[in-house]
DNA sequence: GATGAATGAGAATTCATTCAT
DNA sequence: GATGAATGAATTCTCATTCAT
């Protein structure tokens, strides 16, 4: 009735008004996980009601896969450049693991969200997060593939099943952080999640020196030896006898 | 109207009527997930009506759990009388890995549902189910121990972290096949995996030792055992000659 | 299929909707008093899906409550107005006793839900309905606290006492008629009680003067009087004969 | 199948299973209400289970019903014995009001059930229980009609309603203390209470001798007075004139 | 007399989504 | 662009009561 006593309604820019509402369920999904949260809730926090909301995402579902893009896309940034001043495979290698390890360590509540609701979903594969999802782990399959030219990892390596070692395993281990119990060390875990990559768990055991070069080495020292002893008793032959 | 008409009541013992809806339950979760599956459902495929079911389990999710329970107890049937027959440490650890990997391939959606539900929820540390998966994976962690002790693993191991690499990898590495699309090749997967877990990705050199060494080791002996024969020569015609 | 077919939604202002609601809320609960007035019920009288209700209140009894304060505040409004026109304590005593008969001989069936429900709940104390009743009751208190000021009644009056005197008393005497046995007759009621209230059950003898003292007062009275008579006699009979 | 295993059943003479049954009821009733209250959980306790209870009592109404015939038969016991012990009319109405305080501030928790409950039932009227209870009130109605007869009341007390004082104040008053906040004084409420009862809340104001009285005997004692100075006057005359 | 497995009809409540304004 | 009132289907869980054994 009265237009003093209306409403004030805030007319943002579609992409300023898009940005608070993906700020806000981030913010929710976090606190909640995607389940527990609601538009409702979601909406407030954006400062608008819920309708608003399906002017710019088409459902519930669509709107956190939008917070997850846009979460990826920040774990994307500055990656090839960060690890591009990294040098040496081993060094390299470790950086992405450390760095993944990193990622999870700050992020952690997202992170659950994203193992609970994305990468276990029925359309996570070929989705669009899938793809960023490949281009985040090509660094290390790119990494991977560097060693094998390199000759510091055999060529016939399976390089699917060693990212997923990686990626798999750090999962697993940091479950219990994620889960709000204990902390994770990213330093010492990449360390040693490392070494093991690289040398797994046996025993070095000195298979590569052919044993033919051993022993034509230990005959030759042999000879050297005895050669020298002899010339030795020459030598003093020699010298005596004068 | 008609007494005839009155619902036949079936009365089952207990552990009967417990295990019907076990299995129903069973059916249902691997076919809809545990969300999508509703009691009524359920209810209905044991034959009998909703109200039952909360006799014997308190709500859904602990009927999950019981559902899963029982699942894993299968799991482990078994387990060690299998294991002792595998002889060698690379053999025992290539068993478990592949045993993991077929059990999965047998009971894809049942383990999609673990992967889902309990592994990731809130309530899974120190449930009853977390207990039965550390006995679960304790078998690893024995194989690991044995070993260590035979000498074959370096012996400051960190036995967690290898144990996550198992079915850390596994886990990721099946999650396709657990979303319906590809397949799985159980021995093929077990025998990559259980490479890299032996001797990881880097080339077989126990140290760093550059490739190019060898030639010029090899160079080194040969000129060391031509000085040898020569030394002899020397040697051998001064003894001659006086 | 039809467009036309669509269900015609009402849009309406929220206050309205609010007060459609508790019209509804308002009939059922007393029709069916509270345990056994279903949301559905109340819904479908005011028009609407139960979904609805719950925009506007949190649950059942939160509607309840709502019921209950909208109530109560017609029953406060204009009271002081009218009480102020009632001169003299116990008239106006006598009004407070009356209007609160008078509000429950024509409310009976939500005076029965609020004895049955609200009164004896656990949540009852300390809650906005008890501020309310409060609120209702101080009336009855500043009419026994005027009396006291006037001198009319004791200065030690334990005023809560007297208040559950009237209203207690009320309540139990108007059950039956609640439960539907009977009628009352406020005027009546609220005369015999008002006179109990003010003078109790004691025969109104200040002192306990047996009632038989009054003829033999007047008796000796008389006696005193005829005695006095003969006194005089003897006194003027005196002075005239000398 | 094994005899040996089979559980032991107990059985009882049927009075004493009752009591078992009727005693487990009073306690849960007590612990959590009516409504709150399962026949399971009554079953547990009485040691049976809840196909049992049906055998003695039609159903949970029922069985609530006698839990509460067999309180207030219990409430009965000895009244008129120790109420006879009791002499004069004051003190005897003001030992009826401390009784049923003292039993409310010693079974709290039944007397909510009982005022909740039973009281505002629907089937009180006329039942079994409205028998009870009016035997329990007889005795008050009992004591008015005494002191009608000895003159101490006026004859034409409304009896019902001074009965309604006393239970309706009293309820009204102790229903703080039954929902668990505060305490209550059985003495002092008792004493205060019968006060009010008996002299109402008005000053005592000398109303009941007739003015007339004052003024005659006033006016007879004047005479006297004025009779007797002029005998006196007369004697001294004669005493000086001899 | 006692058992105890089974019933079955609800009831409250939630919340993503729509769309007239 | 924003509002926000309204939808409405779907779901879990409860528990007094029955009755074949």
Redesign the interface.
């Known amino acids: 009735m009265n237009p003093q006593v209306r409403r004030v309604v805030n007319r943002l820019p579609r992409h300023r008004r898009e940005r608070d509402i993906l700020d806000a369920a981030t913010a929710i999904f976090s606190d909640q996980g995607y389940e527990f949260a609601s538009m409702a809730e979601i909406a407030a926090r954006a400062g608008i009601v819920e309708g608003t909301i399906y002017k710019y995402f088409d459902n519930k579902r669509d709107l956190l896969l939008h917070v997850m893009a846009r979460w990826y896309e920040a774990m994307l940034a500055n990656y090839s450049e960060h690890l591009s001043g990294v040098k040496g495979t081993r060094e390299r290698l470790r950086y992405v693991i450390w760095r993944h390890l990193a990622f999870i360590a700050a992020n952690p509540a997202l992170c ?1 969200v994203f ?2 609701e994305i ?2 979903g ?1 359309d ?2 070929g989705s669009p997060l899938n793809e960023l999802n490949r281009r985040y782990t090509r660094f290390i399959i790119d990494v ?1 593939q560097e ?1 094998i030219d390199a ?4 060529p016939d ?2 390089l ?3 990212r ?2 990686v ?7 940091v ?2 952080f994620l ?1 709000g ?1 204990g902390e994770i060390a990213p330093d010492a ?1 990449a360390n ?2 490392c070494d ?14 052919p044993p033919a ?1 051993d022993d ?2 230990l ?3 042999s ?2 030896e ?3 002893h ?2 030795e008793q ?1 030598a003093a032959g020699r010298e005596a006898r004068p």
Request: with cysteine.
């Open positions: 659950r193992f609970r990468r276990t029925d996570y594969h991977l060693g000759g510091e990892f055999r390596l399976p699917p099943l060693v997923d070692i990626y798999g395993t750090i999962e697993h281990h479950w219990c889960s119990k875990i040693s999640l093991l990559v690289f040398h797994g768990i046996a025993n070095a055991v000195p298979v590569a020196t070069l034509r080495l005959a030759a020292v000879r050297i005895a050669a020298a002899a010339l020459q």
